[in-house]
């Protein structure tokens, strides 16, 4: 029995291949989901964020590693003060000179930091592991596309397929009115009951545009996102799903990676914060007095050596900066944990509706099956008068309904399978 309604299955899949075919021509073009979801990252505005973010490593980027150059600081002075060093004894024949109160000071240093080295070398890091979560932040972003590409995909393909059994539904009714004219040649039905037929016909083609409208609205949309025309001449491929992988690969964990790889450079730049800075510098000027204090005259000078500045104030927030950074840490294994649980719940129930829907899909085609031979056996009953026109298209509508369920029931499945792969990241 299993056989036989997989058979049937193909082909019934095969007649609404064909008969897409034939609808839409060989002109037609065809559409892949996949492709589908690389148009929509490739042309959604959001893209243009990556170059954005390159310029701006870059320039980052070299405004840190200015901190590998000697440093160049000029400064001037002008002071006035109220007294002076003196030399509180006097020689004879001596003339000790004694120092303006007015002084003057012009001079530059440069200097070339030793151990800062270290704390460029982080902030390089840095950089590199903050501009990595800004990036991953845009894929969890174009991700999203696919479930909204999902929508409007699947909508296409089951309006496309309720068009093709639309069609199916036009050829029994007109199979039907070609045996009511078979019973009104014979006398044994009214001529009004051709008029019930044609009507029914028409309603079909009513239910036809309704169908077509409806499609060029999911269409329109879609064209959107892929920025390339979908209309009544593209074709999209079903596509299949081979297996279902419940573990999950989403973009957002490897944001949550990444992120923790940046508490990991902050807290190295907490701990070089805490080491002494060496330098080395050499200064030169000009003013009065220079270094020679007994020297009231405008001279030259210079003067180089290495320094040594210890910021020990940094002990003070050292203990707390890293409870926060701990804290902060905390945090993200909660998100962290938390998306896990709702994606898994998310799963469990995707994978429900998927059971369901196979389930139902079972018992439509032994629906189908069944409703096909009694629609062919009301023909034939037509045909002699057993039966009226209404009990023909209640048996026809019965058949139309059951594979419509059938339809929409093999469409949602599909649906439900690329969106568990969807929410699954496989």
């Known amino acids: 029995m299993i056989r036989i309604i997989f058979r049937r299955g193909l082909v019934i899949m095969s007649c609404w291949f064909i008969t897409a075919y034939n609808i839409y021509g060989q002109s037609s073009k065809l559409l892949t989901i996949d492709a589908c979801y690389q148009l929509a990252e490739s042309n959604y505005p959001l893209i243009k964020q990556h170059a954005l973010l390159d310029k701006t490593k870059e320039y980052s980027l070299t405004n840190a590693a200015k901190g590998y150059l000697p440093q160049i600081n000029l400064s001037g002075q002008v002071s006035y003060q109220s007294d002076v060093t003196q030399v509180p004894i006097s020689l004879p024949n001596v003339d000790i000179p004694s120092i303006s109160k007015d002084q003057y000071k012009l001079y530059g240093e440069v200097s070339q930091p030793l151990t800062d080295l270290f704390t460029v070398k982080h902030q390089k890091e840095l950089i590199y592991a903050n501009t990595a979560v800004e990036e991953q932040k845009i894929e969890v972003e174009l991700y999203k596309l696919k479930e909204r590409i999902n929508q409007f995909y699947f909508g296409i393909l089951l309006i496309d397929a309720q068009l093709i059994q639309a069609e199916i539904l036009k050829k029994d009714i007109r199979s039907g009115m070609n045996k009511n004219d078979v019973a009104i040649a014979n006398g044994t039905a009214l001529k009004s009951s051709a008029d019930v037929l044609q009507a029914e016909l028409l309603k079909a083609d009513q239910r036809t545009i309704e169908l077509k409208a409806i499609r060029k609205g999911y269409a329109d949309m ?8 979908v209309d009544e001449n593209t074709i999209l491929e079903k596509p299949y799903i081979t297996s279902l992988t419940p573990e999950i690969n989403r973009p957002e964990l490897k944001l949550f990676e990444i992120q923790k790889k940046t508490f990991d450079v902050q807290n190295k730049l907490i701990d070089t914060k805490m080491l002494p800075r060496f330098n080395l510098f050499f200064q030169g000027g000009y003013g009065r007095p ?54 898994n719940l998310t799963l469990k129930q995707q994978n429900s509706e998927i059971s369901k829907l196979e389930e139902l899909i079972q018992t439509d ?51 439900a399978q690329y969106n568990f792969k969807t929410t699954s990241g496989n």
């Open 222 to 229: 879609l064209s959107l996102f892929v920025n390339q025309p």
């Open 290 to 343: 220079a270094l020679n204090m007994l020297n009231n005259n405008f001279d030259l000078y210079y003067i180089g050596g290495v320094r040594l500045t210890w910021n020990i104030s940094s002990f003070y927030t050292q203990k707390q900066e890293k409870q926060i950074l701990n804290l902060n840490q905390n945090a993200l294994d909660v998100q962290k944990e938390t998306f896990l649980f709702n994606t």
């Open 365 to 415: 085609q032994d629906i189908v099956l069944l409703r096909e031979n009694i629609t062919l056996s009301a023909q034939n009953q037509l045909a002699y008068g057993t039966i009226t026109t209404n009990d023909y298209l209640t048996y026809t509508h019965a058949e139309d309904q059951a594979k419509q369920n059938l339809i929409v029931h093999k469409i949602q499945l599909l649906m």
